[in-house]
């Protein structure tokens, strides 16, 4: 069964630090693998896709990494802000299986920017 | 660009009503689906649709109906709400279908939570 594992449940730092978010799957035939921040109340928003062949990519703040081999990402938040507050959401897409619809997601980890 | 559109924001039902979600997208996208959140279980896929007409189950399709008449609608049906059904729903939409292959990005409504008495 597809699964996507993410780590920790829950995290609480001081605004400008680093943090460093956890995902790992096992999601067979992997096609990509995508970010999403969700604030609450609110829905998610994609910050990144990665494919099988991209091994790091950025948006502002935010630097994904992927590790096709050994079935794992990360979603570094460099200088964090108070607006970075939110849960953040792995989502893996295969070409078959997973969700009905290819897709399958993480619970999400849930981030406290404390200033 | 309103993006993907969802209605009502807040709804409170008893037991044994009915009701349907709506869900719009003006980005002329062929994919749209419908998931749950509920805590501590992440979204869970409800329905989905590949285009006008085709629908298809997802992982928790049971008391939930869908339709696809228009590309740019795809309501979400309680046909008999129970506590169960207490969630938060949100509609998404993407450019391309996810086994496809393609990286589509998937956008996501704003979420309609439901609260079933």
């Known amino acids: 069964k597809n699964q996507v594992e993410q780590s920790p449940q829950s995290l609480i730092i001081l605004e400008g630090k680093n943090c460093t978010l956890q995902?790992?799957?096992?999601?067979?035939?992997?096609?990509?693998l995508r970010w999403y921040k969700q604030d609450t109340g609110r829905g998610p928003v994609s910050l990144t896709i990665?494919?099988?062949?991209?091994n790091t990519k950025s948006n502002g703040r935010y630097t994904a990494t992927l590790d096709a081999d050994t079935k794992q990402s990360s979603l570094h938040i460099t200088a964090s802000q108070l607006s970075d507050s939110a849960s953040y959401i792995c989502?893996?897409?295969?070409?078959?299986?997973?969700?009905?619809?290819?897709?399958?997601f993480g619970k999400g980890t849930h981030l406290i920017i404390q200033p | 660009n309103a993006g993907v559109t969802q209605t009502p924001k807040f709804q409170v039902l008893k037991t044994g009503q009915s009701m349907t979600l709506q869900c719009a997208q003006d980005?002329?996208?062929?994919?749209m689906s419908w998931y749950r959140q509920d805590p501590g279980m992440g979204l869970r896929l409800i329905h989905y649709s590949v285009g006008a007409g085709i629908t298809d189950q997802g992982e928790v399709p049971n008391g939930y109906n869908v339709s696809r008449s228009t590309t740019e609608d795809f309501p979400l049906r309680l046909l008999s709400a129970a506590p169960s059904q207490t969630s938060v729903y949100f509609c998404?939409?993407?450019?391309?279908?996810?086994?496809?292959?393609?990286?589509?990005?998937?956008?996501f409504g704003e979420g309609s939570r439901l609260t079933v008495l």
């Open positions: 989502v893996v897409s295969a070409y078959s299986g997973g969700g009905a619809d290819g897709l399958t």
């Open positions: 980005m002329n996208h062929e994919y």
């Open positions: 998404a939409s993407s450019y391309s279908i996810p086994t496809s292959g393609g990286p589509g990005e998937l956008f």
């Open positions: 995902c790992n799957y096992t999601v067979s035939p992997f096609s990509n």
């Open positions: 990665m494919t099988f062949s991209e």
